[in-house]
Each structure stands twice: as structure tokens, then as C-alpha cells.
């Protein structure tokens, strides 16, 4: 079965990090382009960011030069390091593959 799968998220004070993972389940990663999304509370799901089959990484001005994506092919994860986060990050965050699988979300919340 096709799944990915996230994992986390937590609570972090403002200016602190967090890396997320998502764990490719049913396939394999390297060969999808992969994406991550957010969802805050009352809000539609908006792009996070995204990284090609070839590795290239595409990013939302929001969160350009404080969040990265990377993968480990051995592991088949894709990982979102977050730095430098803000209270507006707070939401779900979800793993997408092309095709519709999505995750099932991992919360992240920033707040003092």
C-alpha cells in the first residue's frame, strides 16, 4: 500500500527547530517528486515546499532560507528541517506524492 508517513512534529518555543520525516511506505521516494504541505487552523492547505526526483528543492517565499528538504534514499525518507521557527508556522504538516497519497499529518506548534 502506498503511504506516507510523517513524523515529528511537537511543540518548540519561537527561534527554535524541528525536523520532520517522512517515511515513504509502498514505494519508492527517489523516484516521485515529493512535497510538503501545511494546513493552520482555519485555513486552507497551502505548499510548503518541494523536491524533484532529480533532488532540486523549490521553496514559499514564507519559509525560503529557514526551512530545508532533503532525502535519504538508503532510508527512503524525505526530512523538513525547520529553523528559525515563528508562532505562523503553527499547523498540520503533510507529506504529498503525485498521484494523491498523502499522509496523515504531524502537528507543529511554535509558541513561548
Known amino acids: 500500500q502506498v503511504q506516507p508517513v510523517e513524523s515529528g512534529g511537537g511543540v518548540v518555543q519561537p527561534g527554535g527547530s524541528l525536523r520532520l520525516s517522512c517515511q515513504a511506505s509502498?514505494?519508492?521516494?527517489?523516484?516521485?517528486?515529493m512535497s510538503w504541505y501545511r494546513q493552520a487552523p482555519g485555513k486552507e492547505r497551502d505548499l510548503v515546499g518541494l523536491m524533484s526526483t532529480s533532488g532540486t528543492t523549490t521553496y514559499v517565499s514564507s519559509v525560503r532560507g529557514r526551512f530545508a528538504i532533503s532525502r535519504d534514499n538508503a532510508k527512503n525518507t524525505m526530512y523538513l528541517q525547520m529553523n528559525s521557527l515563528k508562532p505562523e508556522d503553527t499547523a498540520v504538516y503533510y507529506c504529498y506524492r503525485a498521484g494523491d497519497y498523502w499522509g496523515q499529518g504531524t502537528q507543529v506548534t511554535v509558541s513561548s
Open positions: 509502498g514505494f519508492t521516494l527517489s523516484s516521485y517528486g
